[in-house]
Nanobody
């Protein structure tokens, strides 16, 4: 059974950094994309960053471009999200996701069928 486990969340002050990690296990398929999404209370889940696991092409939401970097280690089935220059508006639960399907919208949560439980990121001003 496919399983995604996030780690690395926490609390930081504005301008700080965090590195999230997502460990995948139990796959019987080859993922096409892995991604990070976030959801703040009362808001919809939004795509933050995604990476084509074979193309290594990265996709970012405009709100995080230049601050966040997604990377992957295919041998370890791990994807990371380095978050720098954090802002209070980055506060949310962050989720790792994977899909075995090709998609033209890698930052759209509906494209993903496998999800982790989430890790909380809190940025204080």
């Amino acid at each position: 059974q496919a399983r995604l486990v996030e780690s690395g969340g926490g609390s930081v002050q504005t301008g700080g950094s965090l590195r999230l990690s997502c460990q995948a296990s139990g796959y019987t398929f080859s993922s096409k994309y892995m991604a990070w999404f976030r959801q703040a209370p009362g808001k919809v889940r939004e795509g933050v960053a995604a990476v084509g696991t074979r193309s290594w092409i990265a996709y970012y939401a405009d709100s995080v471009k230049g601050r966040f970097t997604i990377s992957q280690d295919n041998a370890e089935k791990t994807v990371h999200l380095q978050m720098n220059s954090l802002k209070p508006e980055d506060t949310a639960m962050y989720y790792c996701a994977a899909t075995a399907e090709w998609t033209s919208a890698p930052l759209n949560p509906s494209a993903y069928g496998y999800w982790g439980q989430g890790t909380q990121v809190t940025v204080s001003s």
